[in-house]
């Protein structure tokens, strides 16, 4: 395999997987490494279809392995041909390497973090550690603090019974430290703390609730740091976590997620061209740059229908070269349904239900233009997600080039339910129902943090206003 310069595969599997950096990640390695026809895709697996994908796998010897995300890190082992030793201990594999038509489990997960570590010159023998999460990562983190007979590991996690499980796994494999569940009244000599969860990921569901944050990582305040002492976020999106500025607040250095990420991919691709070369170690400083252009924050586009959503997302997102996505294509999709079918048949209630749940994924997203339904910020939560994880700008336009650019006509009010004459505004013009829509929504457009004028614009003009805003840095 290793004598083979092109046409190799990779992916990484995972539900969902839509977030994953690992595609931009790997083609940029492969790259460097000289094999430009490599290609690597994301793929959405769902536990139930774990076993057909890897039977398929295996009769695929144009590629070189997967990447493993959650949630089959740990399932994944029992339908393996063979499980590194490490990664049968650690009980987690990330990569699958495919060799010969055996798949072989590997965790890199747990050297990326020591990799880091090393980095920053961090001494680990000896000190005292606090982790939050008892998850696939935590098992690789707790593994490689145990490697490195650091003195003791404090496991803090939501379901007790679960850190329990990791503190017993791990106490017979790791005599010289000492594993435990709960933090005393003042935690001296500590050196390093870990989050090992998503609470504070971009787009996930805890990330907007700072109280309910605060209190996740409310430990935090009984820990005295050494001087030198270290706090790591495996979170890679965004750099900056709610956990990362508490610690910051407390004496911490801090570091974030994306180092890991890369280090464990170098060691993938270690893996996969059986090579021990450490000089892909020093690209990690030269490829950051390329990264962190991949987490760019997605771009919303809100304003009332009509407004040019649609038509200014596509031809933005294709000058950036960034995704596009429509939260209405998104809640089709996911129904079988076009929007008016489902305000007929299940009513608004339920079409907005679908709606949030698309918002909510996109704002998940990097590198991507996200046009917004003309309602959907007024549902609760939406504000806040966008908000959050992106750039909001609202495309504003009069009435009357709302009516021109719409052809306001029966067919138009087919597919525009909240245009069509409701029983109690029978009498209302088009125009006027159009009106009191922008009227009652305009309070939440301008909570945009950039509004462009769109009357008198052409889309391709609307689009090159926005690019020229993210070119002078306002989006900052
Ligand atoms: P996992 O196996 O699903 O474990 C998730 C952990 O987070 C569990 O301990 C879970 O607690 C906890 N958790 C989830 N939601 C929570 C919430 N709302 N409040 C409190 N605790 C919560 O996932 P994983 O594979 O360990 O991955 C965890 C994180 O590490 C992800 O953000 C992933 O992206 C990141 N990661 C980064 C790298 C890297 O290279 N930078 C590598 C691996 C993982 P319960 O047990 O109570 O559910």
């Not at 450490?278 to 304003?303: H, K, T, W, Y």
């Not at 939406?382 to 650019?405: D, F, H, M, P, Q």
Request: glycine share 8%; hydrophobic share 45%; aromatic share 6%.
């Amino acid at each position: 395999m290793s004598g083979t310069k092109g046409g190799l595969k990779g992916a990484v599997i995972g539900n969902p997987i839509s977030h994953s950096l690992s595609p931009v990640l790997h083609l940029i390695l492969a790259e460097r490494l000289g094999m430009r026809d490599f290609t690597y895709s994301a793929v959405e697996v769902l536990p139930r279809d774990l076993r057909t994908y890897l039977d398929e796998l295996r009769c695929c010897p144009e590629f070189v392995g997967i990447n493993v995300t959650v949630p089959h890190k740990e399932a994944i082992l029992a339908e393996l041909d063979e499980v590194i030793v490490q990664a049968r201990a650690i009980g987690a594999v990330n990569l699958v390497h495919l060799k010969d038509g055996k798949l072989i489990g590997h965790n890199t997960d747990y050297i990326g973090f020591l990799r880091v570590l090393d980095d920053r010159k961090i001494k680990l023998h000896d000190c005292n550690v606090v982790v939050w999460g008892a998850g696939g990562a935590a098992k690789a983190v707790l593994h490689a603090l145990g490697w490195r007979h650091v003195a003791s590991v404090a496991v803090l996690n939501r379901d007790q019974a679960r850190s329990k499980a990791l503190i017993s796994a791990f106490t017979p494999l790791f005599p010289k430290t000492r594993f435990y569940g709960v933090v005393p009244a003042v935690l001296t000599r500590v050196g390093l703390v870990v989050n090992t969860t998503p609470v504070g990921m971009r787009g996930y569901a805890m990330e907007g609730d700072i109280n309910a944050t605060s209190e996740f990582f409310s430990g935090l305040a009984r820990i005295s740091p050494e001087p030198d002492a270290l706090a790591f976020d495996l979170i890679y999106n965004p750099e900056r976590t709610p956990f990362l500025s508490l610690a910051s607040h407390l004496g911490f250095r801090c570091v974030a997620g994306l180092d890991m990420l890369v280090h464990q991919a170098i060691e993938s691709w270690k893996i996969w061209t059986n090579s021990t070369s450490e000089s892909l170690g020093e690209i990690l400083p030269s490829i950051m740059p390329e990264l962190r252009r991949a987490l760019a924050p997605p771009i919303f586009l809100c304003g009332p229908m009509g407004a040019g959503k649609s038509t200014v997302g596509s031809i933005l997102a294709q000058r950036l070269g960034w995704d596009f996505v429509d939260t209405d294509c998104l809640v089709e999709a996911e129904s079988g349904l076009s929007v008016s079918e489902i305000f007929e048949q299940q009513g608004e209630q339920a079409f907005r239900v679908l709606e949030k749940k698309a918002v909510l994924n996109s704002a998940a997203r990097t590198r991507t233009v996200v046009a917004l339904g003309g309602g959907a910020l007024m549902t609760d939560g939406t504000l806040a997600a966008v908000e959050r994880s992106g750039i909001l700008v609202y495309l504003e336009a009069k009435t009357s080039a709302l009516v021109r650019r719409l052809q306001v006509s029966e067919n138009e009010l087919k597919v525009r339910p909240l245009l069509s004459p409701a029983k109690s505004d029978g009498q209302i013009s088009v125009d006027s129902r159009l009106e009191n829509l922008v009227k009652a929504r305009q309070a939440i457009y301008l909570r945009a943090s950039h509004r462009v004028q769109t009357d008198n614009l052409e889309p391709n003009a609307v689009a090159a206003v926005i690019i020229r805003l993210t070119e002078e840095g306002e989006f900052s």
